[in-house]
């Protein structure tokens, strides 16, 4: 049975439904809501988990690595200065194989300080091992948490995994979902069955250090897991629409969704939030009869490079609307697409669009902009492009950066 | 595998360590076991025990035990007693009853009053069931004997070298067992590697007590103190018998059970031992630092009551 | 208790390590000098053996402590605790 309810509210029936052991909370906006709502759970009964009040994101992180490395089920949730301050122990959770799922109400970086949200957050740990879903609604901000438990913890796979969503603009908007049933989660989730624990009975040594004869091979098959993950995603996801009845991306193994992609010469790329507008402006431009189309990753890492490869086939202009930047260079979808597009054999023009950084809305007239502009490079030939022409922000408040810093 | 006459079977922490010889750390490691036994999780942050005893497929622990990064092994410890915790209220099979485990981190002084000090206020402030026990070498070892907040004043370290205009470390050490206290911790106790026994006896006192606490070991780096290895266990000795290393228990913030002295031996004797110290007693200046060291052991021997 | 854990290894999930593994490793060979016991003088006070970082002392079933020299890094703690001076160091001879 549907009900209206807010994307922290959703995210925490979701968490409440998995009914993980040790959940370790400390408060960031616009993340807080989720754990504030958790709390109340706890407090009147609803959830028997282990609640810890934490004195920081890096403890957060830290208590539930002991906890999952103990065999817990455990959460937690953060973004943006969080996020930063639990990488250090994320990064060594991957290492060590060690499940966590974390919520992630993405928000921009300092400096200078804001509350509001964008991708340079999760982008910024794009190379520590963790598996990062991205959502474009409620519904499957509530989904991804479910399917990131399943994955997380599959023994095969065994990593951390951030489920994102726009910080505000999907955390604090209200929508209609469909909340788990106790029947459905069962049949999806099992109960955690963890490869090692620290259990007395049988000891182990965890977070042994090694040298450079062992250590290139303990990390390649840390990403040999994390790039394995896609095939468990496409199972999940899969597994997810039988029991659910939702579907997200099906034909591209649960890791990127398309819409009016098939024989679209304009394809938009967008994580996310943004693409529910993304939608709109596609509609607008099929009434107008022009083949416009989105394509939407909903796994940044692993990433989903052959989905993607089949994806964005037979457009001939590309534009990666992104809510991130590598600084001193391009965002880093664009970044990523074009280096699989190279390896493809592609010759189809990518513009890189910056937009909504911190919390800056995304209008359609935004995106009617990137997609004018995508239209403006149709056919041509990348090389035709010049580097700094590939990169746009849209917009860009020209008149409140002084000549010298332009 | 080895002499066939030794029997390391029992041995909860293993020969084989690649600690150096005559460290005092490697020896808290073996008391702590011998009195924890195998119903035990360690948690240990990153220095050097972990990286001797640890090199991947190498463990020299019986133990379970898990590192993760510098500063959060008292928060790792923590999960894992939540974990524990949550695993007999809501039953789960397969896992030793909370009750049967000690939840123990083994520290160097670096992660402990430095790096870690946000770690382990919040596991002492949330109560967990963890005895923290920090081996004090007084530096940070494991990279090079560099200066930390427990290192004495007048060291010279790698960081706070002597030198012309320099007599070492100029700040005074943080005193760690205070701050514990403040959190209001039941059992706080300082200890020695020269009293085993005492040592010994305050691990298995502290197990027994639910909730958080908190012991701290002198334990002597001959590489980074340059002393000869054979005399580790003396100069520790020496820290207890001048009073610059008091010990003793702190019971609900009540300072019990001192180990008293009929005599307190001068620094001096303590100070000479180590070439750390070497230059107080050759450079111009030297003399003020060796009185400052003498003050202190005498602030301790009244506030903590040392003098029989 | 252990195997060798060199043999035939594959990285394990999370390189996760069994148990008392670093016997395989013979700091024996660090040794400058060697701990002689003279079993005449020693009177079974077992310090050598408590104060030994390497656990490479031990009380033998016939009471007498004797040197793991597998193991035993020659720090000399032994000879310096033991209260009848027992224990001799001796140079290495390689």
Redesign the interface.
């Given at each position: 049975m549907t009900k209206i309810m807010t994307g922290y509210e959703a995210v925490a029936e979701a968490v409440k439904a998995c009914n993980p052991?040790?959940i370790?909370a400390y408060p960031i906006t616009p993340q807080t809501d989720i754990v504030e709502r958790i709390s109340e759970m706890v407090a009147d009964g609803e959830l028997?988990?282990?609640y810890?009040?934490?004195?920081?994101e890096?403890?957060a992180a830290?208590?539930?690595?002991?906890?999952?490395?103990?065999?817990?089920r455990?959460f937690t949730a953060t973004c943006s200065q969080g996020l930063k301050l639990m990488s250090?122990?994320l990064f060594?959770?991957a290492?060590?194989?060690?499940p966590l799922v974390l919520a992630i109400a993405n928000r921009s970086l300092s400096a200078p300080l804001s509350i509001w949200g964008d991708h340079t957050d999760t982008f910024a740990e794009r190379d520590g091992g963790m598996i990062q879903f991205y959502a474009e609604d409620l519904q499957e901000a509530m989904d991804n948490i479910a399917i990131a438990y399943r994955v997380a913890e599959d023994k095969d796979i065994?990593l951390p995994a951030l489920s994102c969503l726009d910080g505000f603009i999907l955390t604090h908007v209200q929508e209609e979902v469909d909340p788990f049933t106790q029947k459905e989660i069962e049949e999806f989730l099992p109960e955690r069955d963890p490869?090692?624990?620290?259990?007395?009975?049988d000891?182990?040594?965890?977070?042994?250090?090694?040298?450079p004869e062992?250590w290139t091979?303990?990390r390649y098959?840390v990403h040999r897991a994390v790039k394995r993950s896609k095939e468990k995603i496409g199972k999940a996801v899969e597994e997810f629409a039988d029991i659910f009845d939702r579907e997200y991306g099906l034909e591209y193994n649960g890791l990127v969704e398309t819409y009016r992609a098939d024989d679209a010469e304009v394809l938009i790329v967008a994580l996310g939030s943004v693409c529910g507008t993304t939608r709109y402006v596609v509609d607008e431009y099929r009434d107008m009869g022009e083949k416009v189309g989105m394509v939407r990753p909903r796994v940044y890492r692993p990433f989903p490079e052959k989905e993607l490869a089949r994806a964005l086939e037979g457009a001939e202009s590309i534009a990666v609307m992104e809510k991130d930047i590598s600084l001193g260079y391009q965002g880093g979808l664009a970044i990523d697409i074009k280096s699989m597009l190279y390896s493809n054999g592609s010759k189809i023009p990518v513009l890189n669009y910056i937009v909504g950084l911190a919390g800056r809305d995304v209008s359609k007239e935004n995106i009617r902009n990137v997609v004018e502009g995508a239209k403006e490079v149709k056919g041509k030939d990348p090389t035709d492009l010049d580097f700094d022409d590939e990169e746009r922000w849209e917009p860009l408040r020209k008149e409140l950066i002084s000549e010298d810093d332009m | 595998m080895g002499d066939d006459r030794f029997n390391h079977e029992e041995d909860l922490f293993c020969p084989g360590h690649r600690a150096c010889p005559g460290c005092g750390a490697a020896l808290t490691s073996k008391f702590v076991t011998e009195v924890t036994g195998p119903n035990t999780i360690m948690s240990m942050p990153t220095g050097c025990m972990e990286v001797t005893t640890t090199p991947y497929p190498e463990s020299a622990w019986g133990i379970s035990w898990i590192h993760n990064i510098f500063e959060n092994a008292a928060a790792v410890a923590g999960g894992i007693e939540r974990a524990y915790r949550s695993f007999k209220r809501r039953g789960k099979k397969g896992y030793t009853d909370y009750d049967d485990v000690n939840f123990v981190v083994l520290a160097g002084d670096g992660a402990t009053f430095d790096i870690g000090i946000r770690s382990l206020s919040g596991m002492m402030e949330r109560g967990h069931d963890v005895l923290y026990i920090c081996y004090d070498n007084e530096a940070y070892m494991n990279t090079g004997i560099q200066r930390s907040s427990s290192t004495p004043i007048g060291a010279s370290t790698t960081t706070s070298p002597a030198g012309k205009e320099s007599l070492g470390e100029d700040i005074h050490k943080k005193d760690m067992p205070s701050i514990a206290a403040a959190h209001g911790l039941e059992y706080i106790a300082t200890a020695s590697i020269a009293y085993p026994e005492d040592f010994k006896k305050k691990v298995e006192k502290a197990l027994e007590i639910e909730g958080p606490k908190y012991i701290q070991i002198f334990a002597p780096c001959p590489r980074g103190w340059r002393h000869e290895s054979k005399n580790s266990i003396k100069i520790a000795r020496l820290a207890v018998e001048t009073g610059l290393y008091p010990i003793y228990e702190m019971e609900n913030g009540e300072i019990t059970n001192v180990k008293k002295l009929k005599e307190r031996k001068p620094v001096e004797e303590y100070l000479k031992a180590q070439g750390r110290f070497k230059h107080l007693f050759k450079q111009e200046g030297g003399d003020k630092v060796v009185e400052e060291l003498q003050s202190i052991a005498d602030h301790n021997a009244k506030k903590i009551g040392i003098d029989k | 208790m252990s195997k060798d854990p060199y043999k035939d290894l594959k990285i394990t999930k999370g390189a996760v390590v069994r148990p008392g593994t670093t016997l395989v490793n013979k700091t024996g060979s660090w040794r400058s000098e060697r701990p002689i016991v003279d079993h005449e003088k020693c009177v079974g006070c077992g310090n050598c053996e408590k104060f030994c970082p390497d656990m490479a002392i031990k009380e033998m079933e016939n009471g007498r402590f004797e040197v793991d020299l597998e193991y035993c890094k020659g720090c000399g703690i032994c000879a310096e605790e033991c209260p009848v001076k027992a224990i001799e160091m001796e140079k290495e001879e390689r």
């Amino acid at each position: 049975m549907t009900k209206i309810m807010t994307g922290y509210e959703a995210v925490a029936e979701a968490v409440k439904a998995c009914n993980p052991d040790v959940i370790p909370a400390y408060p960031i906006t616009p993340q807080t809501d989720i754990v504030e709502r958790i709390s109340e759970m706890v407090a009147d009964g609803e959830l028997t988990s282990e609640y810890v009040r934490v004195d920081s994101e890096f403890n957060a992180a830290s208590t539930a690595i002991g906890a999952s490395a103990a065999g817990a089920r455990t959460f937690t949730a953060t973004c943006s200065q969080g996020l930063k301050l639990m990488s250090e122990p994320l990064f060594s959770a991957a290492g060590m194989r060690l499940p966590l799922v974390l919520a992630i109400a993405n928000r921009s970086l300092s400096a200078p300080l804001s509350i509001w949200g964008d991708h340079t957050d999760t982008f910024a740990e794009r190379d520590g091992g963790m598996i990062q879903f991205y959502a474009e609604d409620l519904q499957e901000a509530m989904d991804n948490i479910a399917i990131a438990y399943r994955v997380a913890e599959d023994k095969d796979i065994s990593l951390p995994a951030l489920s994102c969503l726009d910080g505000f603009i999907l955390t604090h908007v209200q929508e209609e979902v469909d909340p788990f049933t106790q029947k459905e989660i069962e049949e999806f989730l099992p109960e955690r069955d963890p490869v090692n624990t620290l259990d007395p009975s049988d000891p182990t040594t965890m977070g042994a250090y090694a040298r450079p004869e062992h250590w290139t091979e303990t990390r390649y098959v840390v990403h040999r897991a994390v790039k394995r993950s896609k095939e468990k995603i496409g199972k999940a996801v899969e597994e997810f629409a039988d029991i659910f009845d939702r579907e997200y991306g099906l034909e591209y193994n649960g890791l990127v969704e398309t819409y009016r992609a098939d024989d679209a010469e304009v394809l938009i790329v967008a994580l996310g939030s943004v693409c529910g507008t993304t939608r709109y402006v596609v509609d607008e431009y099929r009434d107008m009869g022009e083949k416009v189309g989105m394509v939407r990753p909903r796994v940044y890492r692993p990433f989903p490079e052959k989905e993607l490869a089949r994806a964005l086939e037979g457009a001939e202009s590309i534009a990666v609307m992104e809510k991130d930047i590598s600084l001193g260079y391009q965002g880093g979808l664009a970044i990523d697409i074009k280096s699989m597009l190279y390896s493809n054999g592609s010759k189809i023009p990518v513009l890189n669009y910056i937009v909504g950084l911190a919390g800056r809305d995304v209008s359609k007239e935004n995106i009617r902009n990137v997609v004018e502009g995508a239209k403006e490079v149709k056919g041509k030939d990348p090389t035709d492009l010049d580097f700094d022409d590939e990169e746009r922000w849209e917009p860009l408040r020209k008149e409140l950066i002084s000549e010298d810093d332009m | 595998m080895g002499d066939d006459r030794f029997n390391h079977e029992e041995d909860l922490f293993c020969p084989g360590h690649r600690a150096c010889p005559g460290c005092g750390a490697a020896l808290t490691s073996k008391f702590v076991t011998e009195v924890t036994g195998p119903n035990t999780i360690m948690s240990m942050p990153t220095g050097c025990m972990e990286v001797t005893t640890t090199p991947y497929p190498e463990s020299a622990w019986g133990i379970s035990w898990i590192h993760n990064i510098f500063e959060n092994a008292a928060a790792v410890a923590g999960g894992i007693e939540r974990a524990y915790r949550s695993f007999k209220r809501r039953g789960k099979k397969g896992y030793t009853d909370y009750d049967d485990v000690n939840f123990v981190v083994l520290a160097g002084d670096g992660a402990t009053f430095d790096i870690g000090i946000r770690s382990l206020s919040g596991m002492m402030e949330r109560g967990h069931d963890v005895l923290y026990i920090c081996y004090d070498n007084e530096a940070y070892m494991n990279t090079g004997i560099q200066r930390s907040s427990s290192t004495p004043i007048g060291a010279s370290t790698t960081t706070s070298p002597a030198g012309k205009e320099s007599l070492g470390e100029d700040i005074h050490k943080k005193d760690m067992p205070s701050i514990a206290a403040a959190h209001g911790l039941e059992y706080i106790a300082t200890a020695s590697i020269a009293y085993p026994e005492d040592f010994k006896k305050k691990v298995e006192k502290a197990l027994e007590i639910e909730g958080p606490k908190y012991i701290q070991i002198f334990a002597p780096c001959p590489r980074g103190w340059r002393h000869e290895s054979k005399n580790s266990i003396k100069i520790a000795r020496l820290a207890v018998e001048t009073g610059l290393y008091p010990i003793y228990e702190m019971e609900n913030g009540e300072i019990t059970n001192v180990k008293k002295l009929k005599e307190r031996k001068p620094v001096e004797e303590y100070l000479k031992a180590q070439g750390r110290f070497k230059h107080l007693f050759k450079q111009e200046g030297g003399d003020k630092v060796v009185e400052e060291l003498q003050s202190i052991a005498d602030h301790n021997a009244k506030k903590i009551g040392i003098d029989k | 208790m252990s195997k060798d854990p060199y043999k035939d290894l594959k990285i394990t999930k999370g390189a996760v390590v069994r148990p008392g593994t670093t016997l395989v490793n013979k700091t024996g060979s660090w040794r400058s000098e060697r701990p002689i016991v003279d079993h005449e003088k020693c009177v079974g006070c077992g310090n050598c053996e408590k104060f030994c970082p390497d656990m490479a002392i031990k009380e033998m079933e016939n009471g007498r402590f004797e040197v793991d020299l597998e193991y035993c890094k020659g720090c000399g703690i032994c000879a310096e605790e033991c209260p009848v001076k027992a224990i001799e160091m001796e140079k290495e001879e390689r």
